[in-house]
């Protein structure tokens, strides 16, 4: 069995935009949603065709296609194969900018908005329930033909774009069945005291898929309700300008790519939270391995 691989920095995740051809939905991005994953390396082409059903092997299969640009959603299929066929198919999205809730969730929250927003004739999760059912029928993502838009006139009742979940099931199943996680799927969230002195509070957040951390943001919010991460993107927060090396942002994308890759363990830290562990690290970052403790333990 294949280990579940995941590269998931906010670093990592600008190489995946530039190929993104994905879709919007006519909704807006969640605004306390999900940050990034790649799935393991397949060729999506070489999923076993649908002349093969019930010939693929036992298991849970995983797999993601770059994300959208505009909105910040990653589509990933998580399938299961029971008896060598598919016998359940989950359409889901967590979002790059953000982590937190998937976007099933948001969408069953009422958050997402495509009827109210986008004039759809059901919610996104509705569609994707059809959507779902429809593979696990016919047993090949390749029976959803899809237009140049990304969308198919084979499943009754869905109008969304279809095209990263045919692509995301093709690469789940060509890369083979995964080692499923001990956490339970969905979008964390943890935050720490406000810092009189900085006038920042630390946050995390994370999201689950197939029982492993896929996403990972950490940042901090001030009382004006700004975004850390963000507001140094934006150059706000000025730390190079200060004599540092990098921006805060550009330190913090670092530290979550560690996490990703050591699946949460923390490096070894000085008495301040600060590392030498993480190249290129000089920030304090010891309480964000903290909260991301903290956050995953209503994920147990």
């Known amino acids: 069995m294949k280990k579940f691989s995941v590269i998931l920095s906010s670093a990592l995740m600008l190489g995946l935009l530039a190929g993104?051809?994905?879709?919007?939905?006519?909704?807006?991005?969640?605004?306390?949603?999900?940050?990034e994953t790649t799935a393991p390396a397949a060729d999506a082409t070489k999923a076993p065709a649908a002349s093969e059903a019930g010939a693929y092997q036992d298991g849970t299969y995983f797999g993601t296609v770059p994300a959208d640009e505009k909105t910040g959603w990653q589509t990933y299929s998580l399938l299961t194969v029971e008896g060598g066929k598919i016998t359940k198919a989950d359409w889901n999205a967590f979002n790059i900018n953000n982590a937190g809730d998937l976007k099933k969730k948001v969408s069953e929250d009422g958050k997402y908005g495509l009827v109210e927003k986008g004039g759809?004739?059901?919610?996104?999760?509705?569609?994707?329930a059809k959507a779902e059912a429809f593979l696990v029928e016919k047993q090949d993502p390749a029976a959803i033909a899809f237009d140049a838009e990304g969308k198919t006139d084979a499943v009754s009742g869905v109008s969304v774009h279809v095209n990263d979940f045919v692509e995301s099931a093709k690469a789940a199943l060509a890369a083979g069945p995964v080692e499923v996680g001990t956490y339970k799927d969905g979008g964390y969230h943890a935050?720490?005291?406000?810092?009189?002195?900085?006038?920042?509070?630390?946050?995390?957040?994370?999201?689950?898929?197939?029982?492993?951390?896929?996403?990972?943001?950490?940042?901090?919010?001030?009382?004006?309700?700004?975004?850390?991460?963000?507001?140094?993107?934006?150059?706000?927060?000025?730390?190079?300008?200060?004599?540092?090396?990098?921006?805060?942002?550009?330190?913090?994308?670092?530290?979550?790519?560690?996490?990703?890759?050591?699946?949460?363990?923390?490096?070894?830290?000085?008495?301040?939270?600060?590392?030498?562990?993480?190249?290129?690290?000089?920030?304090?970052?010891?309480?964000?391995?903290?909260?991301?403790?903290?956050?995953?333990?209503?994920?147990?």
Do not use: R
Request: hydrophobic share 35%.
């Open 20 to 35: 993104c051809g994905s879709n919007t939905d006519n909704a807006p991005a969640a605004s306390n949603t999900p940050a």
């Open 120 to 128: 759809a004739q059901a919610e996104w999760h509705e569609q994707a």
């Open 191 to 300: 935050e720490g005291e406000m810092d009189a002195k900085s006038g920042w509070k630390s946050t995390v957040d994370l999201t689950v898929a197939a029982g492993n951390i896929v996403a990972v943001k950490f940042s901090g919010v001030n009382e004006a309700g700004d975004d850390k991460k963000q507001f140094s993107i934006d150059g706000k927060y000025g730390m190079k300008a200060g004599g540092a090396q990098a921006e805060w942002h550009e330190e913090i994308e670092k530290a979550e790519a560690y996490f990703l890759e050591n699946k949460g363990a923390a490096p070894t830290l000085d008495a301040e939270g600060k590392t030498d562990a993480i190249s290129g690290v000089s920030i304090h970052v010891g309480e964000y391995f903290t909260l991301a403790e903290k956050a995953l333990e209503g994920a147990k």
